[in-house]
């Protein structure tokens, strides 16, 4: 397999699963999760899967300064509606990570490790995504914003060229090149693209 060396430098999001341990999938039920998990479960890797990433990361860090984050305890709200936009990648790929989903979710055992409901759109949130820890009420608002970080001015001359059908193999492979540059110049500079707050 692969894939873009930069990938396996990200910081990875670490979490303790009382589920998974329950049920024997980790024998103390801690994991982590990579860039590249989430890339392999979205099939790509662009600006939206990777600010999904680094939010998801941020908030936890912040919700969890001194411990794993726990799956399945946190709830998370976005402002857009599922169908609007990359809501629905964006969506996705922290469900992947914290487990939380709206109503598709684990139903639970007894009343217990239950997953669904977790996860709002159309939420009354100013940030990009809100995420509250469902045992201590604590929430942070993170607010995601890649724009500072410019595309190469190649890539629109080759991204019509490829949507026409025109490029050649060498254009194509040059396109994915540089945008997953751009992807790695996002990760380079988390700080000038997330911000986090506490409500």
């Not at 397999?1 to 999001?13: K, L, Q």
Request: some cysteine; overall charge negative.
């Amino acid at each position: 397999m692969s894939y873009p060396d930069f990938f396996d430098t990200i910081e990875t999001i670490k979490v303790k699963d009382p589920l998974s341990q329950v049920l024997g999938a980790f024998s103390d039920g801690e994991y982590e999760f990579s860039y590249l998990d989430v890339v392999k479960a979205a099939g790509h890797s662009c600006p939206t899967v990777a600010g999904a990433y680094i939010m998801t990361l941020e908030a936890l860090k912040a919700l969890y300064p001194n411990e794993r984050a726990v799956r399945g305890l946190v709830k998370v709200e976005f402002k857009e509606a599922l169908e609007d936009g990359v809501a629905g990648v964006i969506g996705n790929v922290v469900s992947q990570i914290t487990g939380a989903t709206d109503k598709s979710g684990f139903k639970g055992l007894n009343g217990k490790f239950a997953r669904h409901s977790l996860m709002d759109f159309n939420a009354d949130v100013k940030s990009s995504a809100k995420f509250t820890r469902m045992d201590n009420k604590q929430s942070v608002d993170v607010t995601y914003d890649p724009s500072s970080v410019k595309p190469n001015p190649q890539m629109a001359p080759l991204m019509q060229k490829l949507t026409s059908g025109q490029a050649s193999a060498l254009e194509i492979k040059e396109f994915g090149n540089l945008w997953q540059e751009r992807v790695k110049n996002i990760f380079e500079n988390i700080d000038k693209v997330i911000d986090v707050t506490q409500p």
